[in-house]
């Protein structure tokens, strides 16, 4: 059975890859290259390629200075590199990793923060930073069940994590059970009690829980603290839409999406609760405004046209 490299094999090699591309035309000061190539990621090989790249570097405090002076000039690839330097010079401080981490977050690279992250829990399975990172990195995956043990992890270890706390109440409410997901979006307000964004999920919550009432005070609140902020306008448009205010929903829903949009949106509404004409008259107002390319509108018209087909007359 083929063994999966270990995280430090592949974060060297590309960490090393990088450098040497970033490196090729700054002639002068390039790390000389091991002697034998093709043993240079072989086992232990790893740390003497480290060696003779940085031959000077023996301590990894230095070894995390040179990459932090290395990331102010704009030289993430040799930050890498002089970070994982320091990993190698020792791996009881993981400062280099969180910090290499930091890197391909903002890059991105979501594959190559978790093998640093990863690496992190070996050694440290329950650091807090980690768990959460990778806790939220499946969430992003959709890889629920994972997100949640790694979230839990990291709340055992730090009670105030709020962020973790909001992954937990968006997977619950992706599992429907919406008590909990309130629960959760409440103990997390608790740490940051004015976040727009924690109440527009609590009111959002209530929304699917078909609680319209507190849904629009809680979405409220978040508008309140901040009235530009996107999602709770457009939760709240769905709470308009729910309660048979549609072109209340409509305006709010057209401060954060096109117009077209917008009436897709209502129209959607309109249809999971029965409002079947009203759903019909949202949609072709949708396609009229974008009738070129909104297919959604077009798919939610054809749904809607054999749901009324199949559904009884005075039903």
Same mark, same amino acid.
């Given at each position: ?6 995280? +430090? ?35 232990s ?16 405090p ?9 990331? +102010? ?45 990863? &690496? ?21 995956? @959709? ?23 909001? &992954? ?12 909990a ?31 319209? @009432? ?6 409220n ?41 917008a ?13 079947y ?5 949202f ?6 405004? &974008?009738?070129s ?23």
């Amino acid at each position: 059975m083929l063994k999966v490299p270990c995280a +430090r094999f592949v974060l060297l090699a590309v960490c090393l890859g990088a450098l040497l591309n970033a490196c090729a035309g700054d002639k002068g000061k390039l790390p000389p290259k091991p002697s034998n190539a093709s043993e240079q990621f072989s086992g232990s090989a790893q740390k003497s390629l480290l060696d003779q790249l940085f031959p000077t570097v023996q301590s990894a405090p230095e070894a995390l200075a040179l990459g932090d002076g290395s990331l +102010r000039e704009g030289k993430e690839e040799l930050a890498l590199v002089y970070y994982l330097r320091a990993y190698d010079l020792d791996n009881r401080n993981l400062d280099s990793l969180r910090k290499m981490a930091a890197i391909y977050v903002r890059r991105g690279d979501a594959r190559l923060a978790d093998l640093a992250y990863r &690496a992190m829990l070996k050694a440290a399975p329950n650091d807090a930073g980690a768990n959460e990172s990778l806790g939220l990195s499946r969430l992003n995956g @959709r890889r629920y069940g994972e997100a949640e043990g790694y979230l839990k992890r990291a709340l055992a270890s730090d009670r105030r994590r709020w962020r973790s706390m909001n &992954a937990l109440g968006i997977i619950a409410d992706l599992r429907g059970n919406h008590g909990a997901a309130i629960a959760h979006y409440r103990a997390a307000a608790a740490v940051v009690p004015e976040s727009p964004m924690l109440l527009s999920n609590i009111g959002y919550s209530h929304y699917l829980a078909g609680d319209q @009432r507190r849904a629009r005070e809680y979405l409220n609140q978040a508008l309140g603290l901040d009235p530009r902020y996107g999602r709770a306008a457009r939760n709240l448009g769905l709470v308009e839409a729910r309660e048979g205010h549609y072109q209340a929903a409509i305006s709010l829903l057209s401060q954060v999406m096109r117009p077209h949009a917008a009436y897709n949106n209502v129209g959607y509404v309109c249809m999971m609760k029965g409002d079947y004409p009203q759903a019909e008259k949202f949609f072709a107002e949708s396609i009229a405004l &974008a009738p070129s390319y909104y297919e959604r509108a077009h798919d939610n018209l054809k749904q809607l046209r054999a749901l009324t087909a199949t559904t009884p007359q005075g039903s």
